[in-house]
């Protein structure tokens, strides 16, 4: 049944924790914002690396995954839930909302709304995975809201593992970016939607190759915001004093996740344990 916040009297606040999960290490991005935004939160951040990567898996597969990610974090009694992936936003988010009776937020609105503010002369550009891309789940959102926009899509999924190695300032990723970027700079877009987790990583050389004047959208600032929003009107805030915990979870051996996790959350990432996400 879909969380309604109506059906259910209103609470002063939960101290119960925030639930977050991604293919893998992507959704930090998202999760450092949610870090900054919500420092009181408890959170508990299911990486399900094991899987990884969803861009290129069909929609059947990502909805399944995706539910089995949600029944792990529920363990937690988690009070809300992030899809922190664009491409499980994309696929499953829809379906999650009609399943489970928790408020569930995904990367696509946040992102889409942002970008219809942003854009001057009507011109979006998207960029993400193939799954992302295919799905037009930005362009929908985006229509959604104005059919007038005009919505470019393009996937860009050499971006994914560019900022996974940390090709952050090689001459190779500058390549691959004008490859992939030049025909949303021929279409003018004034607006480019980063629809990816890994994607913040590359901002600089994505701007240098769109040009500066073009705004850059990023999802995981929006939705963070968007989380923020709704957990003041669902009176879910956790307004207790004391360190909020930070808890985080793979579905396959830690080290990988440690490493590169902490080149996305720009911190020390600690308390990371495997758990057997096909028990959920
Ligand atoms: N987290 C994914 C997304 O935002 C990117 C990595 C993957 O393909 O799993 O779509």
Do not use: W
Request: hydrophobic share 40%; charged share 25%.
């Amino acid at each position: 049944m879909p969380y309604s916040p109506k059906s259910s009297a209103k609470p002063k606040e939960n101290a119960n924790p925030l639930g977050i999960f991604d293919s893998g290490v992507g959704g930090l991005t998202v999760a450092k914002k949610i870090f900054e935004l919500l420092p009181n939160e408890n959170v508990i951040y299911f990486g399900d690396t094991g899987r990884y990567p969803y861009g290129p898996r069909s929609k059947g597969i990502v909805k399944k995954f995706s539910s089995q990610n949600v029944n792990f974090l529920l363990s937690y009694k988690v009070k809300f839930i992030v899809v922190a992936c664009n491409t499980a936003s994309s696929f499953a988010l829809a379906g999650l909302r009609k399943n489970y009776d928790i408020p569930l937020v995904g990367v696509i609105e946040p992102g889409a709304a942002a970008a219809i503010k942003a854009t001057r002369n009507g011109k979006i550009g998207v960029i993400g995975t193939v799954g992302t891309i295919y799905s037009k789940a930005y362009q929908k959102a985006i229509h959604r809201r104005n059919r007038q926009m005009k919505v470019y899509s393009i996937p860009c999924p050499l971006f994914v593992s560019l900022a996974e190695e940390g090709y952050i300032n090689k001459d190779a990723t500058q390549l691959i970016a004008n490859e992939y970027l030049n025909p949303l700079v021929k279409k003018q877009v004034d607006t480019l939607v980063l629809g990816c987790t890994h994607y913040p990583l590359l901002k600089k050389v994505i701007s240098r190759t769109m040009g500066e004047k073009v705004k850059l959208i990023d999802s995981a600032e929006e939705t963070a915001k968007e989380v923020k929003r709704l957990l003041k009107i669902y009176g879910l805030l956790r307004n207790a004093k004391g360190q909020a915990f930070r808890r985080f979870y793979v579905s396959d051996v830690p080290n990988k996740f440690i490493e590169v996790g902490e080149k996305f959350l720009k911190g020390k990432i600690r308390d990371v344990k495997r758990i057997d996400i096909d028990k959920h």
